[in-house]
């Protein structure tokens, strides 16, 4: 860290600037512009480069954030509560398609070592996914799970690893309600996930709800195991009927070779968790230059996170490619506005205290940070949560901002590999992706050296421009999708529960 005082102004038409300098700095430090702090401000958090009177605007991004709750000096700490949040955008008069970016020179001879599947997909990992119709079997499945890694997976060396696809539905649910679509449709589209294969399996109970028909291909049969089957006398031949099927999958699998493949086969999905003010400045806009070179180069590209993108639909809908994908952002917006007002809530309710202590003041500034992850590329195309991408280039998956739930939609929606900024930090990792972890400071790279991947700080202190580190991002990508790098969550084998989202009532 640079011990030269330096702050970041995004904007020609912003009037505050956030301090770089690790802890902060203290009352009369002076920039080499000259401004002079009046107080503390601590590393990330907002001073005042002009007087504001109550009332004014404060603009970073170029855009509002809020107003000046009172009278704020020059070189004042604009903490989270001198900021009035503003009303978010309209969506009725919303600009769509208005302003559609030009098609890039496409990028050619860029390939990974990837494992092609039947139905034309690529797998990143070569992975025995047992899923589940029902959370009453997941104590068999994780007993089952860990024998069948000690006693059968030695024998497939080219398999990766044994999951279970462990969930919270099946029964007790409103299983005909319209917004159950939403959590059977994740479930269906998690089973036929590029990383397994195709060899497909399901446990079941027999009396749920979610019968295990529903969540495979063509309703094969033959990939179920029912506990209740007449057959099972007693707990282990549960067992040596869930270990007799992963034996047959596995051998599958074990066939399965890693060859070249374009990077158009690539489906990468974009996300942020414990974010900060340098978020929207040197990881998520390194991200965005990776997300234009992976659409230059014919892949599918995903950024989501509903509550994180609304307060900057106005930036995102003139980027849609026509009329049609700039509605259906608008439905997405509108859908989530509805859900959060049926249970009393509202967008106020993002963000979190680490991201208030990290320098965000509210959600729009959170959000206006968060878009640039999408970088400058046309939006062609809109997924529901946990639909299916079938289409290349940058697409918006609607997810919750919940970090768990996005993993779990995007890895539904067929991302093979994930990027994920984080700035106050975070161990998160998916069993069934890898995790490339972006920080946002060069501290919590340094501090966390074993559990971030890549560090966008540099950028913050001039070490690195956003260019270079997008394209280093872009080559990382290509490595860990090639099995060549593995990321430090696969390295510990951390790995969060998969969360769906179940919007549908439970009875």
Not at 226 to 231: A, H, S, V
Not at 360 to 378: F, M
Request: glycine fraction near 10%.
């Amino acid at each position: 860290m640079t011990d030269t005082p330096l702050c970041i102004k995004v904007h020609d038409s912003d009037n505050v600037a956030i301090v770089v300098n690790a802890p902060g700095l203290p009352a009369e430090t002076r920039f080499p512009d000259g401004l002079v702090l009046c107080e503390f401000v601590p590393e990330g958090h907002k001073v005042a480069l002009t007087d504001l009177a109550a009332g004014a605007e404060i603009r970073r991004y170029g855009e509002v954030i809020g107003y000046a709750v009172r009278d704020i000096p020059k070189g004042s700490w604009i903490e989270e509560s001198l900021v009035a949040l503003p009303i978010a955008p309209t969506l009725e008069t919303l600009p769509l398609a208005t302003c559609v970016p030009a098609a890039q020179p496409a990028l050619e001879g860029y390939t990974f070592e990837g494992f092609r599947n039947p139905d034309g997909s690529v797998g990143t990992k070569n992975i025995l996914g047992i899923s589940m119709s029902v959370q009453c079997v997941a104590g068999v499945l994780d007993i089952a799970v860990q024998k069948i890694k000690k006693e059968l997976l030695p024998k497939y060396p080219n398999v990766d690893d044994v999951i279970a696809i462990e969930h919270i539905y099946g029964c007790g649910v409103a299983i005909n309600a319209p917004e159950a679509v939403i959590p059977i449709r994740t479930l269906q589209n998690l089973v036929v996930h590029p990383n397994l294969g195709g060899a497909v399996m399901v446990v079941s109970l027999g009396c749920e709800k979610l019968q295990p028909e529903r969540l495979l291909p063509n309703g094969q049969s033959a990939s179920i195991v029912t506990l209740q089957d007449p057959r099972h006398i007693g707990f282990g031949s549960m067992i040596a009927s869930i270990m007799d099927m992963a034996d047959k999958r596995l051998a599958e699998l074990d066939k399965r070779q890693r060859e070249t493949c374009p990077a158009s086969d690539l489906v990468v999905g974009l996300q942020c968790g414990g974010s900060d003010a340098f978020s929207g400045v040197t990881a998520n806009p390194a991200l965005g230059v990776a997300a234009d070179l992976l659409v230059r180069a014919g892949a599918t590209v995903m950024f989501s996170e509903v509550t994180e993108v609304r307060d900057a639909i106005h930036l995102l809908t003139p980027r849609a490619v026509n009329e049609d994908v700039g509605r259906a952002l608008i439905r997405e917006m509108q859908w989530y506005d509805t859900y959060l007002a049926a249970g009393d809530s509202d967008r106020s309710a993002n963000p979190t205290p680490g991201n208030k202590k990290g320098g965000l003041a509210n959600v729009v500034e959170k959000a206006l940070g968060s878009v640039a992850k999408s970088g400058s590329s046309a939006i062609v195309g809109v997924l529901a949560p946990g639909e299916r991408a079938t289409q290349k280039g940058l697409l918006y998956a609607a997810t919750p901002a919940s970090d768990f739930i996005c993993g779990t939609l995007q890895t539904a929606s067929g991302c093979n590999v994930e990027l994920f900024t984080t700035g106050r930090g975070t161990p998160y990792g998916l069993s069934m992706v890898p995790v490339i972890k972006v920080s946002t400071r060069t501290t919590l790279a340094e501090r966390w050296h074993d559990l971030i991947d890549f560090d966008a700080g540099r950028i913050a202190t001039g070490k690195m421009s956003l260019e270079e580190a997008g394209w280093e991002i872009f080559r990382l990508i290509l490595e860990v999708a090639s099995g060549r790098h593995e990321t430090w969550a696969d390295h510990w084998q951390i790995r969060n529960s998969l969360a769906l989202f179940n919007p549908a009532p439970v009875t």
